[in-house]
């Protein structure tokens, strides 16, 4: 059983940056693939980013794609997502995900609660 718990949304202007953590429980965090996800009003769910177990692999939706980076630190049990440039449309709640055998938008067996990122024009 894995509990995520993100933090580090907010408010920021159009062009700001955020960066967004996820603090996962267990001792078998290095061995989940993790991902961000985020979710509009009104709008579904859609992948953010992915990052494999060992942080050797990344995987970017095309949204985001030179803007956000996602990274881990598996001392810390924690997984990141740097959002640079961030725009309006980025406006969303954010949540982090893991799974043992997930990779980019499928597989996720643990979700956290999310946290919103707003972003004004």
């Known amino acids: 059983q894995v509990q995520l718990v993100e933090s580090g949304g907010g408010l920021v202007q159009a062009g700001g940056s955020l960066r967004l953590s996820c603090a996962a429980s267990?001792?078998?965090?290095?061995?989940?693939?993790m991902g961000w996800f985020r979710q509009a009003p009104g709008k579904e769910r859609e992948f953010v980013a992915a990052i494999s177990w060992s942080g050797g692999s990344t995987y970017y939706a095309d949204s985001v794609k030179g803007r956000f980076t996602i990274s881990r630190d598996n001392a810390k049990n924690t997984v990141y997502l740097q959002m640079n440039s961030l725009k309006p449309e980025d406006t969303a709640v954010y949540y982090c995900?893991?799974?043992?055998?997930?990779?980019?938008?499928?597989?996720?067996?643990?979700w956290g609660q999310g946290t919103q990122v707003t972003v004004s024009s």
């Open positions: 267990g001792r078998t965090f290095s061995s989940y693939a």
């Open positions: 995900a893991a799974g043992v055998g997930a990779w980019v938008d499928s597989r996720y067996d643990y």
